[in-house]
């Protein structure tokens, strides 16, 4: 049985070193299963990460009478059904903690003939699912939500899609990808302009899948009559999860980590480029590919961190990152701050409070903004902090114990199990002093 809460407990003094993997990319892994569903032929993941979210998304396209094999761990192989084999579930889809889940796959589900309903936990309930409703329902899709627009979203099947050309409000790569499945089903062209790039795994994976998208003055279009075709997709590393080690190592003393084959995708990867500019003695080593990503190895030593003026530039391109490197800047020389970042307000967590609340609860001068936080570095202290039930928030703060004085505990640390199942089995082989204390919930 799964505890129902975890507290990380992390004493100081720690360090990281050694050569590791981190586990498989979660938006590719979930991306490879949708496509995988509704291809003709058998897609083989290697490397699929095998955590709550993405379980949530293998387990709803098994309802919907998706034959997925699990040859031995982290390889699946999934037998598509095509475009229009996909059956209703006898139940609402439950899709966890998952907001990748839910909004790609209301895009997938907008065009199928029959009804759907998709469910999630309480910070999943919370979301905003306007930012897709809107946009589908201009492509003929019928859905509803609760009257303040989060989920439970109800979509009726039988309706006929059009194509759209919808300039995105907000740089989102679920609302992006929502629209792209969305168009697998439409009788004219989706054409999408962003407001700033985005993660391009969908777009890179239905190249990979024989549907490659169109580029027009800033749109990306996708023809009406795609249909995907089976293929091998080999997963990399989470640059996400190795961002909570890369901050780790360049924060603790004497520390020398490298992370073998983690995606390196340009538009993901924000967080390298913020901390070279704080001073991270940081290499990329072996570059190459796998399945359509640019790939590396990340090398990355102690470092003297100093404070910068984030780049709104950068922000879509590390949004998962910055509960991560929200703890770099605490330990940083001087000020960072950071600002066009509201959309983490709509996380898992509000991650601008709760990384206040918990940079602050260490010692940190952390003042939050509507759009981000300034932080003024320095050492931390031990402390209690919330992780709120949010994975990262969890995650970062547990490595701001590699510089504090003293033990770092963190509450509510179950969901790290829906990104990350064995962060603190791998954070302590490197050498984070971190153990869990479990227990049901009273
Ligand atoms: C994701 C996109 C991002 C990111 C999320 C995963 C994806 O969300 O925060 O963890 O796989 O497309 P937004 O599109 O809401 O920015």
């Not at 590719?28 to 995988?36: E, K, P």
């Not at 003055?217 to 009559?225: R, S, T, V």
């Not at 780049?311 to 000020?335: K, N, Q, R, S, W």
């Not at 510089?403 to 064995?422: E, H, K, L, M, Y």
Request: hydrophobic share 45%; glycine share 10%; charged share 20%.
């Amino acid at each position: 049985m799964q505890p129902d809460s975890i507290t990380f407990l992390v004493q100081p003094g720690g360090t990281l070193r050694g050569t590791a993997r981190v586990p498989g990319d979660k938006s590719i892994s979930h991306r490879a299963i949708m496509l995988g569903a509704v291809a003709e032929g058998t897609t083989r993941i290697t490397g699929f990460l095998e955590a709550e979210d993405c379980l949530a998304t293998m387990n709803a396209f098994r309802a919907m009478g998706v034959t997925i094999a699990r040859p031995e761990p982290g390889h699946l192989l999934v037998q598509g059904v095509g475009l229009h084999g996909l059956r209703a579930a006898a139940e609402p889809l439950y899709l966890g903690n998952s907001g990748t889940s839910m909004r790609l796959l209301a895009g997938l589900l907008a065009g199928q003939p029959f009804d759907s309903v998709l469910t999630g936990d309480a910070s999943l309930s919370r979301r905003p699912m306007q930012r897709i409703t809107e946009p589908l329902r201009r492509m003929g899709a019928r859905l509803d939500t609760s009257p303040t627009g989060t989920a439970p979203l109800r979509i009726h099947g039988g309706a006929q899609l059009q194509g759209i050309r919808y300039a995105l409000p907000v740089a989102s790569a679920q609302v992006k990808s929502c629209l792209l499945l969305a168009g697998l089903y439409a009788t004219s062209a989706t054409c999408l302009r962003e407001p700033a790039p985005t993660r391009d795994h969908t777009e890179r994976m239905l190249a990979a899948f024989a549907c490659p998208l169109r580029r027009d003055d800033g749109w990306i279009c996708l023809e009406p009559g795609a249909k995907p075709i089976a293929g091998a997709i080999d997963v990399p590393g989470d640059l996400s999860s190795a961002a909570f080690f890369l901050v780790g190592a360049a924060i603790a003393e004497d520390a020398e980590l490298t992370l073998e084959h983690v995606g390196i995708n340009p538009t993901r990867s924000g967080v390298l480029e913020i901390l070279q500019r704080m001073g991270a003695d940081l290499e990329i080593l072996n570059p190459g590919e796998a399945g359509g990503e640019p790939v590396a190895d990340i090398r990355i030593r102690s470092s003297r961190l100093h404070g910068i003026d984030i780049p709104e530039a950068l922000v879509p391109l590390a949004i998962d990152e910055f509960p991560a490197l929200l703890v770099a800047a605490a330990c940083a020389e001087g000020e960072t701050r950071l600002s066009g970042a509201a959309e983490l307000r709509v996380k898992e967590s509000d991650r601008i409070d709760a990384m206040a609340e918990g940079l602050k609860a260490l010692g940190i001068d952390a003042r939050p903004t509507a759009d981000g936080m300034v932080v003024r570095g320095g050492r931390p202290q031990g402390g209690t902090v919330a992780s709120r039930g949010d994975h990262r928030i969890a995650m970062a703060l547990s490595m701001a114990a590699l510089r504090a004085d003293g033990p770092v505990i963190v509450t509510d640390c179950a969901n790290v199990n829906t990104s990350f199942p064995n962060f603190a089995v791998l954070a302590r082989s490197l050498g984070l002093p971190i153990s869990t204390v479990s227990g049901e919930r009273p």
